[in-house]
């Protein structure tokens, strides 16, 4: 599990960058449920995905601030 991911509280409404981008082009992704599953929307085409909790922790990369791409947990701790 990466760092950005460990103890990180997961709430609808937190943007996320996962490691794969999206067909789209898009990298953002808004969190719309959160629970056992989690439920995610991208920010680009308004695709919608389901996934456990336990592999959404292991796809994270980044968490953006809220309604903007800029990343303020990266994996390695640093901000950009």
Do not use: Y
């Not at 992704?29 to 592999?55: F, N, Q, Y």
């Amino acid at each position: 599990m990466n760092k950005a991911a460990e103890n990180e509280e997961f709430r609808p409404g937190m943007r996320v960058i996962l490691k794969k981008q999206h067909p789209c082009g898009s990298s953002c992704w808004e969190i719309l449920r959160s629970g056992a599953d989690v439920k995610i929307r991208c920010t680009g085409c308004g695709h919608i995905l389901m996934l456990p909790r336990m592999k959404f922790r292991k796809m994270v990369r980044s968490i953006c601030e809220d309604g903007q791409n800029k990343v303020i947990k990266q994996e390695n701790g640093k901000a950009e």
